[in-house]
């Protein structure tokens, strides 16, 4: 199964722009990730899906325009546009792998962005 | 509007069990499977395993089979996982999230429920 791994913790000032990036271990370059939002004491939100060719379906319930994702090789990045205080929050990717009753989830580290 | 809504926070001593409740309001119960994911402190989200509410078919992770029971009713739009034989390395907040079948993601999860293990 793919290993996700993630930068631990990101910063951004207000206003500006910020990228998170989850990147999968290799011979996994097809596969599509899923990046959640979690602010503190709170459960993870989906964000939105992310393959190779960039986003896949809907953006999650609630999300701003400011959000956006990217995809190239094993990188599957988040860009925040804007950064506002209510951005700061852990995000965590994860993505299944398997096919019908043997999906099996596995998730990156979780990167702390905070907001300056 | 979607609502995951779990159980209270759990102490509980080395050995024993516990059991985290699930209740699911807003939609369709049996058409989004559950599935139960913990969170332990300084570590990253951890997939527990599933069940579909629809047919009673669900899945365990590997290193958790043996311990960890997951249920469904119906009746009540309500799953409970139930995890026996508690070490201090079961600390953790445990959520609860749905899911379609197929690749979908895990598009709303409960608020959580912290669960300490402790003599």
């Known amino acids: 199964q793919p290993v996700l791994t993630q930068t631990p913790s990101a910063s951004a000032s207000l206003g500006a722009s910020v990228t998170l990036t989850c990147t999968l271990s290799s011979d996994y370059s097809n596969y599509k990730v899923d990046w959640y939002q979690q602010r503190p004491g709170k459960g993870p939100r989906f964000v939105m899906r992310?393959?190779?060719?960039?986003?896949?379906?809907s953006k999650g319930d609630g999300i701003p325009d400011r959000f956006s994702v990217s995809g190239s090789g094993l990188n599957r990045d988040l860009t925040i546009k804007n950064v506002q205080e209510e951005d700061e929050s852990d995000y965590h990717c994860g993505a299944d792998h398997g096919t019908g009753g043997d999906i099996v989830w596995v998730f990156g580290g979780g990167t702390k962005l905070t907001v300056l | 509007q979607v609502h995951l809504v779990q159980s209270g926070a759990e102490v509980k001593k080395p050995g024993a069990s516990v059991k985290v409740s699930c209740k699911a309001s807003?939609?369709?119960?049996?058409?989004?499977?559950i599935h139960w994911v913990r969170q332990a402190p300084g570590h990253r989200l951890e997939w527990m395993g599933w069940i579909n509410a629809a047919d009673g078919n669900r899945r365990s992770s590997q290193n958790l089979q043996g311990r960890l029971t997951i249920t469904a009713d119906t009746s009540a739009t309500t799953a409970y996982m139930e995890l026996s034989s508690l070490t201090s390395e079961d600390t953790a907040v445990y959520y609860c999230a749905r899911k379609l079948q197929g690749s979908h993601p895990l598009d709303y999860w409960g608020q959580g429920t912290l669960v300490t293990v402790s003599s």
């Open positions: 807003g939609y369709t119960f049996t058409t989004y499977p």
């Open positions: 992310v393959g190779a060719g960039g986003i896949v379906g």
